[in-house]
T-cell receptor
Framework: AQKITQTQPGMFVQEKEAVTLDCTYD???????LFWYKQPSSGEMIFLIY??????QNATEGRYSLNFQKARKSANLVISASQLGDSAMYFC????????????FGAGTRLFVKA | EAGVAQSPRYKIIEKRQSVAFWCNPI?????LYWYQQILGQGPKLLIQ????????DSQLPKDRFSAERLKGVDSTLKIQPAKLEDSAVYLC?????????????FGPGTRLTVT
C-alpha cells in the first residue's frame, strides 16, 4: 500500500537561511510521481514542485528543489533563502502508476520563518 | 487562466441535515478530485473523476456521500445525512492529463461545520 511519512510536525528557520523538509515514501510501483504542496493559513493548496520516478536529475523550481534519493525512498524539499511568506504547512504527496491514479498526502510539516 | 472555483466557502449545518458542494475545474482539465481535509491532517482523497467517469472512490463513505460530474466539467459532492465527524474542509482539485505529471490545482475549499 502507498504510504507517505513526514516526520517533522513543525520546523523553525531563520529568514534568508535554507531549510530541508523531510519526506519518505513507500511503494512497490516502479512508476510514480512525487509532489510538494504549500498550504498557507488562507487554506488553498499550492503546487510547488514535481519529481518523476524515472527522472535522473533532481527537480528545481526557483527557490525550491527536491532532493530525490530513490534507493532510500526519500523526496526531501529544500527551500533556499527562506522568506517570511514561506511560513505555511507543506505537504508531500505521491501518485502511483503511469496514469493519473490515486494521490496520497502526508500529514504535513508546519514551517515557521523567523525574522 | 481562471482557477478552480468552489462554492459555498463556508457552511454550517446540524447533524442529520444534507449539504451539497459545487466545483468548477480549470477549463480543459480532464481529471477532477474531491478531498476531505480534517483539521491538522493532510487531504484525504474521496473521489477522483476522469472526464465523467469515476477512477477511484475507495475512500468515499458511500452510505452518506455521493458525487457526480455531469458532462465531464462541473462536479457536486453531497453529504446526506451529515455527521459531526464530517466537519472538515472539502477541497476540489483538477489536473490536466497532458504532460504526464498530473500536478493538481486546488480550489479555495469549503469549510463545513456540523453541529
Amino acid at each position: 500500500a502507498q504510504k507517505i511519512t513526514q516526520t517533522q510536525p513543525g520546523m523553525f528557520v531563520q529568514e534568508k537561511e535554507a531549510v530541508t523538509l523531510d519526506c519518505t515514501y513507500d511503494t512497490s510501483d516502479q512508476s510514480y510521481g512525487l509532489f510538494w504542496y504549500k498550504q498557507p493559513s488562507s487554506g488553498e493548496m499550492i503546487f510547488l514542485i514535481y519529481q518523476g520516478s524515472y527522472d535522473e536529475q533532481n527537480a528545481t523550481e526557483g527557490r525550491y528543489s527536491l532532493n530525490f534519493q530513490k534507493a532510500r525512498k526519500s523526496a526531501n524539499l529544500v527551500i533556499s533563502a527562506s522568506q517570511l511568506g514561506d511560513s505555511a504547512m507543506y505537504f508531500c504527496a505521491m501518485r502511483e502508476g503511469a496514469g493519473g491514479f490515486k494521490t496520497i498526502f502526508g500529514a504535513g510539516t508546519r514551517l515557521f520563518v523567523k525574522a | 487562466e481562471a482557477g478552480v472555483a468552489q462554492s459555498p466557502r463556508y457552511k454550517i449545518i446540524e447533524k442529520r441535515q444534507s449539504v451539497a458542494f459545487w466545483c468548477n475545474p480549470i477549463s480543459g482539465h480532464a481529471t477532477l478530485y474531491w478531498y476531505q481535509q480534517i483539521l491538522g491532517q493532510g487531504p484525504k482523497l474521496l473521489i477522483q473523476f476522469q472526464n465523467n467517469g469515476v477512477v477511484d472512490d475507495s475512500q468515499l463513505p458511500k452510505d452518506r456521500f455521493s458525487a457526480e460530474r455531469l458532462k465531464g466539467v462541473d462536479s457536486t459532492l453531497k453529504i446526506q445525512p451529515a455527521k459531526l465527524e464530517d466537519s472538515a474542509v472539502y477541497l476540489c482539485a483538477s489536473s490536466s492529463d497532458l504532460g504526464g505529471t498530473y500536478e493538481q490545482y486546488f480550489g479555495p475549499g469549503t469549510r463545513l461545520t456540523v453541529t
